[in-house]
């Protein structure tokens, strides 16, 4: 069966510091692979997502940036951090646009 | 681009009462998925109900779909206490192949 891995769980920051947050998908090829954040109390707002290693497409320009090294990894980086960029982060994977799985979230504070 | 728009933004109501929750939607759409969020954790697809497909059922949860008036709706017959979470619409474009936009949910309450 499909699972998903997003890591770290929580994580705090200072400003200026960078960031990577790593999501792995296994028992799947090829998967549609999402990063969303969602502030307290909000929905979610789209970051990146990818549909193949090295396709990668931004929805809102910002300090932040992603990779797909392999074909089920999802990266979340930054090299400087926002006291913004708080939030939390979820990764999602998908067969297609039907029925996505989120990973457990990543809740990052910027102190 | 697509947005889902929940109401009410919260909803309370006793163990054993129906949960309505509403979305409605800018344009049209290929289909709507329902999702649910436990607090501090990640999103759980509940339901995918297709633009052609007016209701559908999973369990206690009913989905119903409008597209004339671009809405849907979520009941939850017989609440119970670890159906609290908060709720969420989401909708891809008409081909169906543009990642999912995500409404501001719904929080729902239920009281045991």
């Known amino acids: 069966s499909q699972t998903i891995h997003q890591w770290p769980a929580t994580l705090v920051q200072p400003v200026g510091s960078p960031l990577s947050l790593e999501c792995t998908v296994e028992?799947?090829?090829?998967?549609?692979l999402y990063w969303y954040r969602q502030a307290a109390g909000r929905g979610l707002q789209l970051l990146f997502y990818s549909v193949g290693i090295g396709q990668i497409s931004s929805e809102v320009p910002q300090n932040l940036s992603a990779s797909r090294p392999q074909d089920r990894q999802f990266i979340l980086s930054s090299k400087k951090l926002l006291l913004s960029d708080s939030g939390f982060y979820l990764c999602?994977?998908?067969?297609?646009?039907?029925?996505?799985?989120f990973g457990s979230g990543t809740r990052l504070t910027v102190v | 681009s697509q947005q889902g728009e929940e109401d009410p933004q919260a909803l309370s109501i006793q163990e054993g009462e129906n949960a309505t929750m509403n979305c409605s939607y800018k344009t049209s759409i290929n289909n709507l998925q329902w999702y649910r969020q436990n607090s501090g954790r990640g999103l759980v697809h509940l339901i995918l109900?297709?633009?052609?497909?007016r209701e559908k059922h999973s369990g206690r949860l009913r989905v119903t779909l409008d597209t004339s008036k671009k809405s849907s709706s979520l009941l939850i017959t017989a609440s119970r206490a670890a159906d609290t979470a908060s709720y969420f619409c989401?909708?891809?474009?008409?081909?169906?192949?543009?990642?999912?936009?995500f409404g501001k949910g719904t929080r729902l309450s239920v009281i045991a």
């Open positions: 989401a909708t891809p474009d008409y081909s169906g192949n543009t990642p999912l936009v």
């Open positions: 999602a994977w998908a067969p297609d646009s039907y029925g996505y799985t």
């Open positions: 109900i297709r633009s052609n497909e």
């Open positions: 028992g799947t090829s090829n998967p549609n």
